[in-house]
């Protein structure tokens, strides 16, 4: 772990976190620091270990080794500023919405204006006499939210908090944390609003994080891959040949990404091979498929 600032500044900090299932490695030596007042996120594909490591976070299940601390101490010891949408929530399917979410308010302790609050700022007045069994899956979410805002959490965990939601709803959960009164700390896979948003990101592929960065922009700067831009060319074999010995490209589909600050002399060249390629932005996803890809070549 990094020791640049001390345990009470980080809202979560996991260090070497090793869960295994059936003899199989499903979180690998996860080393994480989240800091107080941030909006992180943790983007990986599905099965890459996300979901799982929120409930390593959340003591929904407890690792093989390694600990994980919340400002500073265990998750029981905070629950109560806590707030958790999972990404598959449970409910009481034959109350109301209105009626569920005062259950919930009463369970938590909380007062009725903080529900009010929350009800006008997810807009759910307008289905708070529909039956819970019968709501759609962006209905369920915004629900969801609402249960996890009900304590105004200090920490606030979210998977996949913007699945299902219309585009007036994205913008509210990513405004969610726009004053830093909160520590937000969610997966996505709207990876472009993550790098529009995040404070923080990090990447997860097969239980291990590949890397941790202070913000996107530090992460689409030279250190990892170089150059702001990427050719995309159409898959051949004289096209592999052409890149044979080039540290910097990965395949997907029917593509090869390649990465260089010399783009305009690799075209140059590449115009007596092909002509099916295009220029394009370099992006978070480029940066995730290297690494993934390096990892694995590695074990």
């Not at 101490?73 to 034959?94: A, E, H, M, R, W």
């Not at 007036?168 to 896979?189: A, E, G, P, Q, Y």
């Not at 239980?207 to 960065?213: A, D, F, M, V």
């Not at 060319?233 to 080039?246: A, P, R, Y």
Request: proline residues 3%.
């Amino acid at each position: 772990m990094k020791d640049d600032l001390k345990n009470e500044e980080f809202a979560i900090e996991a260090e070497n976190v090793t869960y295994r299932a059936k003899d199989k490695v499903l979180i690998d030596s996860v080393d994480l620091q989240v800091r107080k007042g941030e909006t992180f996120g943790l983007l990986g594909l599905n099965g890459s270990g996300k979901s799982l490591l929120i409930d390593i976070i959340t003591d929904i299940i407890y690792p093989e080794s390694g600990k994980v601390s919340l400002f500073g101490t265990s998750f029981k010891n905070v629950k109560g500023k806590v707030g958790v949408l999972y990404d598959n929530v449970s409910f009481i399917p034959f109350l109301k919405v209105g009626e569920f979410l005062n259950y919930v308010r009463l369970t938590l302790k909380v007062e009725k204006k903080r529900l009010e609050k929350i009800r006008e700022n997810l807009n759910l007045s307008k289905i708070e006499d529909k039956m819970v069994r019968v709501l759609s899956q962006g209905e369920k979410k915004r629900m969801g939210l609402a249960m996890a805002l009900m304590n105004d959490p200090d920490l606030l965990i979210m998977d996949e908090p913007t699945t299902a939601l219309d585009p007036f709803m994205r913008d509210l959960v990513w405004d969610l944390n726009k004053n830093k009164s909160k520590t937000v700390f969610l997966t996505s896979h709207s990876w472009d609003e993550a790098e529009k948003h995040c404070d923080s990101i990090a990447f997860i592929h097969n239980g291990k994080i590949l890397g941790q960065i202070k913000s996107p922009s530090e992460l689409l700067a030279d250190e990892l891959l170089p150059g702001k831009q990427k050719l995309k060319i159409n898959k051949d074999e004289s096209v592999l040949k052409f890149l044979n010995g080039s540290s910097y490209y990965y395949e997907e589909n029917d593509a090869y990404h390649v990465f260089s600050h010399k783009i305009e002399e690799i075209i140059s060249d590449l115009n007596s091979i092909t002509s099916g390629y295009s220029v394009l932005p370099k992006s978070l996803k480029d940066i995730y498929f290297f690494l993934s890809i390096s990892d694995t070549s590695k074990n």
